[in-house]
C-alpha cells in the first residue's frame, strides 16, 4: 500500500519559517519525481517546487528565493523548507509523486499552513 504522509503544517507569523516533511513508503522513492502543491480556499491547486529523481529542482515563480525542495532517498522523504512565508503562502499543501518511467502518481492527504499575525 503506497502511503504519503505530510507533516509540519501549522500556524505561523509573516516572515516566519516552517518545514514540512513528506514521508513515503511503498514505493522504489528514488525513481519517482516528488512535488509540493498547494491549494487555497477557493483557488485552483498548483505547483510550489518539485525535485525530480535525477536531483534537479523547480519552484513557483512566487516562491523562489524563498523556498527550498529537498529529498533524502535513504530515507524516503522529501522536505519543503518555506522562510519568508507571507500571508498569501497560506494553504493546504500537498505532497505529489510521480514515477519517473510510466507516469503512476500518488498523493499525500495535505497539511495546512496558515501564515497570519
Known amino acids: 500500500q503506497v502511503k504519503l504522509v505530510e507533516s509540519g503544517g501549522g500556524l505561523v507569523q509573516p516572515g516566519g519559517s516552517l518545514r514540512l516533511s513528506c514521508a513515503a513508503s511503498g514505493i522504489f522513492f528514488r525513481i519517482y519525481d516528488m512535488g509540493w502543491y498547494r491549494q487555497a480556499p477557493g483557488k485552483q491547486r498548483e505547483l510550489v517546487a518539485i525535485?525530480?529523481?535525477?536531483?534537479?529542482?523547480n519552484y513557483a515563480d512566487s516562491v523562489k528565493g524563498r523556498f527550498t525542495v529537498s529529498r533524502d532517498n535513504a530515507k524516503s522523504t522529501v522536505y519543503l523548507q518555506m522562510n519568508s512565508l507571507k500571508p498569501e503562502d497560506t494553504a493546504a499543501y500537498y505532497c505529489?509523486?510521480?514515477?519517473?518511467?510510466?507516469?503512476?502518481?500518488?498523493w499525500g492527504q495535505g497539511t495546512q499552513v496558515t501564515v497570519s499575525s
Open positions: 525535485t525530480t529523481s535525477g536531483g534537479s529542482t
Open positions: 505529489n509523486s510521480v514515477h519517473k518511467f510510466n507516469g503512476r502518481e500518488y
